[in-house]
Each structure stands twice: as C-alpha cells, then as structure tokens.
C-alpha cells in the first residue's frame, strides 16, 4: 500500500507530469488498465484517490485517448468474462458427462 501511495504521489510532480503529457500516447495505454482495477477495486483509501487523480489527469490531457483505451478496456474485460463462462460450460459438460458414465458403469 505504501509502494503505490509513494508511486501515485509521484504522478503531481510537475516535471514528471511534463514527460508523461510529453509520452500520453505510450504510458497511458500501459497503466490503463492498472489504473482502472484501483479505481475499481483498491482497498486503501488514499490510493483509490490518488489514482483517480491520476485517471482525471490523463483525462485531462487526452479524452480522445484516454476514450480509445478505455473502450478498448471494455472489450478486453467482456472478452474475459465471455472467456470465463465457455470455461465453467465446458466444465459442467465434462462433470455432466463423467457423471453420465459414471451412471452406465453402475447400471452394466
């Protein structure tokens, strides 16, 4: 928790922000997604604020891009999540045909 307070700190020094602005193009799509589970989900206060102060900054600079990458965060989390779900109905058709056979061999 201190590490990533420390890090999200950095982000307000004005000469860093300078080179970030500077790189917007490559550093955002890197820490979007990073950026996007804190806000969502960090369980320390002051890190869950400071990240949405760096998400505003990069907001800020580039809607255009700041949109882009999160639409194409969107994508990626519907993707995992239909992932997810062909994985638990694979399983379940596995445990409903072993269970299946498991039932023939009873009954032989």
């Not at 990533?4 to 004005?14: I, M, P, T, V």
């Not at 602005?21 to 989900?41: D, G, M, W, Y």
């Not at 969107?74 to 638990?88: N, S, Y």
């Amino acid at each position: 928790m201190q590490v990533a307070e420390r890090a999200l700190f950095l982000w307000n020094n004005e000469h860093i922000v300078g080179l970030i602005a500077q790189n917007r193009t490559v550093i955002l799509p890197i820490i979007f997604e990073a950026l996007e589970k804190n806000v969502q989900s960090h369980w320390n206060q002051a890190v869950n604020g400071l990240t949405v102060n760096v998400r505003k900054m990069f907001l800020e600079m580039d809607a255009e891009l700041f949109e882009e990458c999160q639409r194409q965060y969107l994508e990626k989390v519907a993707k995992a999540k239909e992932v997810e779900e062909l994985r638990e109905l694979n399983w379940k058709r596995l445990a409903d045909a072993a269970a299946q056979n498991g039932a023939d061999m009873v009954t032989a």
